[in-house]
Each structure stands twice: as C-alpha cells, then as structure tokens.
C-alpha cells in the first residue's frame, strides 16, 4: 500500500513542491498513523521552503528535502505498541512544524490533541497554529484586559485575522495595518484599518490615541514595525513581536532592543512569541489554549476566514497563492470530499 506526500526537493520558490509516493508501514511503539484531512499553509513554510528562515544556512536549518506542513487535522487510522492517549477513529490535530503536507503522517501519540468530530478540519487546523499564536500573544505574552487599546500590524494574514477575532472578544479596542483591499476583512470586526502602502501607522494612532497604546501586536517584526510600536505605547504598556526576523543580524538587533527597552529604561515591555517552547518547555498551556480555542470554535465564538481551500497534492499552487500576498485569512490543504 503507498500514500503521496509532497517535498520540496531544493530550496526556491513553489516549483520546487513536489509529489511523491511512499510506502505505507505499520506505526511504531508510541506512535499513530493519521490520515489527513486538512493542513496549514503558512508562511513559515514558505520561508523554509525558500530557505530563508531564521536558521536557514545554520546547522539548525531545515535540510532538503522535506515535506513542509506545520499543522494538522486528521483521523488516527493504525496506533502502533503502548498507544493509550487514542484509539483507532479518533479526530486529532498535531503542531507538526514540518511534514502536514501529506496524505498521511506518523505522530507521536502523546504529542495529539483530541478534536471533535463536529468540528470543520478546515476550521480546525487553523486553530492548531494561527490561533494558537494569537491567542497566547494577547493573553499569554500581553496579558490584556478588556477596554485595552492596541495595535496589528499585519492584521489580514492568518494569525492577523485571528488577532482581530479574539482581540474584538476580549473587549479591546483595535486597530490593525493591512493593504487597502482587505480593509473590508478588517472593519468587519470593528477594528480601525491603516494602510501601510499610504499611511504611516505612527502618525495615524498618534493623532487618534494621543495617551499612547496599551498593546501592540506585531507580525512584521522589522526593527522599524518594532521601534514604530514601543513609540505608541503608554507606560506599562507591551509590544509582542511575533513575527520571524529576516534572518539572524536582524533577530540580534531586536534582542539588543530588548536589553534595552526591558532592563534599561523598564517603562514598556518588548516580548518575543513563538511556539519553539511546545517542543522545549512545558506543554500543559498549548493544550489549556487549544482546548479554549476548540470551545470558541464549537460555540461559534469565531470564525476563521478561509481564503481559498486546495487539493493536498495541490501544495504547489497553495503555496503560489499565499505567496502572492493577494488573501486575506488563512490557506487550506484538505482531501478531495472536503473541497
Ligand atoms: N512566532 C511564531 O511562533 C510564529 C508562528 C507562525 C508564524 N509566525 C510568523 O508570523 C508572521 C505572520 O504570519 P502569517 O501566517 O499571519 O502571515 P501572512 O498570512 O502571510 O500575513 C502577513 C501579514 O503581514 C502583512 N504585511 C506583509 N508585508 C508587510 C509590510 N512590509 N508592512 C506591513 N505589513 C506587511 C500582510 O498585509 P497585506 O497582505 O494586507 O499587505 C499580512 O497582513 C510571519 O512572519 C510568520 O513567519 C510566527
């Protein structure tokens, strides 16, 4: 029996996807198969694919080739010796990092997080990443409160457009940068939309909000976004920069503005996000925000904006598309019937 993935068989742009077919074997002690029903494309995969991520180049750097993939929601269909968290017909997810774009994956067991079935995979696969990161960014790393005032930039890409959905149900006041065509994805949740082409967003927020931000939220994480940012905000208040520098001289001159910004002066605080910590630290509060989130969905609570949902073979075209800035929300692999 053979299953198709797709690899990136050298570093460059979407061409470089390719599928191919693997063998199917039985899973390992601690292990499940998972047949796929929906994953992520976002854009770190895009940045590892072109290798150009943070660690690109270093010996931490993802090799070629690989399946790219950072999220998934699927059925558990094999568990191989010692398995006890699932059983076979189970809806899970997995924080995957690499290896979603697939027919099949092999996880481990401990690492899955139960989905209900009533759930939309597509859905619910934006959840295991985008949602994941906005959620512990505003609650986590910011810490807001409802009536607070703050900022997205970046808030029509996937975790922007998640940032906009929880930032409204937590009572903040919101505005967010974005390209003038999807200012309509923006004030449909209330939040006031700049235009980073036109406008600059320091004069603009300063003349709106002249006591400053209580939060921003940043997914460009440029030292101009971030030096933007902390000028906009009050005392007390806090800048999370999630998104990924470009590249290690730019990550160091943030971690320099840090130093600065959290042990020198100690008027605001400048907080780096990123998942690294589920496969590092401790992981009870991933699953306490998934299990949140997953609630949220199944109430009804928010909706995540799918751009455009593709064939998973399709990863290709799913890439090109995300690639070319031109959606809002959020792009989706699903299988066939899921379409
Ligand atoms: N910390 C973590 O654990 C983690 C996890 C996942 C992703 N990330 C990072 O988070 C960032 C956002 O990811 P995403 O998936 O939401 O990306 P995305 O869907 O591609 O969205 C990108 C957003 O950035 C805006 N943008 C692009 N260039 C800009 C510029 N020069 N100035 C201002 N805004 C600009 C886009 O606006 P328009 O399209 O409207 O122009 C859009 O709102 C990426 O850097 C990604 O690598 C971090």
Redesign the pocket.
Known sequence: MKYRSVIATQYGGPEVLQVVENDLRSPRAGEARIRVLAASV???D??ARRGE?LYSGTPLGQKIPFTPG?AVVGVVEAIGPGVREVAIGERVGALTIIGGYSEVIYWKSSRLIPILPALDPPEAVTLI??Y??AYQ?LHRSAKIKAGERAL???????????LLQLGSLAGLTLY???????HPTLTEYGVTPID??TQDFVEVIRRAEPDGLDAVFD????IE?IHGGLALLRRGGRLVS????AGLPALFRILKKMIAVNLLQREKALK?????TYFLGDRKPYLEDWTTLLRLLEERKIKPVIAKKFPILEAAQANDL??S???????VLVTPELL
């Open positions: 976002c854009r770190p895009i940045t991520a950072y990443l985008n994941l990161v960014a997205i930039i970046g808030a029509s890409g996937g975790i922007g457009t998640a967010g940068t974005a390209s003038a065509d999807k980073y082409h997914g460009v994480s440029s976004t999630f998104g990924e520098p780096l996000y990123g998942t690294s995300l690639e800035g031109q959606v809002a929300g959020n792009v």
